[in-house]
């Protein structure tokens, strides 16, 4: 089974612009959450959606959303981007039930705001 | 509120030694504790999970943890460290609606 994947891998954007970032969960997975990971915050929780609704979301701006679609894929996007915004943005899917609570990250993808 | 304590920021063990890496947690009803591992540049890579049951969980590459229900503690540990073994480890709880909370991360240099 093909794990978790995240496109781009990299970026490079600059103060204002905007940016989305793609996930494909692992096949049969139905929840998709993000997470910011940042030398001085860590792990931070994004938000996370289920079956295209997003069920949670993290203390983060309104500057930052996302969206599932019908086939579980998520893109999650950053609009007016901040010198602060640039981190890896990590990816995690997982299945129903009690193993939903077991989540498979993929290898994120490292924005770097200029 | 729910948290993840790791107070260990940076670790330091020769090859062959012992590991121990504590983690702490805050969370109103019974947890669900994991510990990831993150090599540079990569995702995380689940180590071992509590869901219920026996307190001491086996996990992969020959960590282990022990759920102290008593002292809030999940530490991870393992006998004798390989070099292979140097990377970012983060404890985290599982809460309801898939929201996981993370530690700061330790961060563990393996000396040859």
């Known amino acids: 089974k093909a794990g978790v994947t995240q496109t781009p891998r990299y970026l490079i954007k600059t103060r204002g612009q905007q940016v989305t970032l793609s996930c494909s969960p692992i096949?049969?997975?139905?929840?998709v959450s993000w997470y910011q990971q940042t030398p001085g915050q860590g792990l931070q929780f994004l938000f996370e959606?289920?079956?295209?609704?997003?069920?949670n979301k993290g203390n983060f701006p309104g500057r930052f959303s996302g969206r599932q679609f019908s086939n579980s894929r998520s893109e999650m996007n950053v609009s007016t981007l901040e010198l602060g915004d640039s981190a890896l943005y990590l990816c995690?899917?997982?299945?129903?039930?009690?193993?939903?609570?077991?989540?498979?990250f993929g290898p994120g993808t490292r924005l770097t705001v200029l | 509120a729910q948290s993840v304590t790791q107070p260990d920021i940076h670790i330091t063990v020769s090859e062959g030694a012992s590991l121990e890496l504590r983690c702490n947690y805050s969370?109103?009803?019974?947890?669900?504790l994991f510990w990831y591992v993150q090599s540079p540049g990569q995702g995380l890579q689940l180590l071992l999970k509590?869901?219920?049951?026996?307190?001491l969980v086996q996990g992969i590459k020959g960590f282990e943890a022990e759920f102290k229900r008593s002292q809030s503690s999940f530490n991870l540990r393992k006998p004798s460290v390989h070099w292979s073994d140097a990377a970012e480890y983060f404890c985290?709880?599982?809460?309801?609606?898939?929201?996981?909370?993370f530690g700061t991360g330790t961060s563990l240099t393996v000396i040859p």
């Open positions: 509590y869901f219920s049951g026996d307190t």
């Open positions: 969370y109103g009803a019974t947890p669900y």
């Open positions: 959606y289920f079956s295209e609704t997003q069920r």
């Open positions: 096949s049969g997975h139905r929840s």
């Open positions: 985290a709880v599982g809460a309801v609606g898939n929201q996981f909370y």
């Open positions: 995690a899917s997982s299945t129903p039930g009690l193993a939903s609570y077991e989540q498979f």
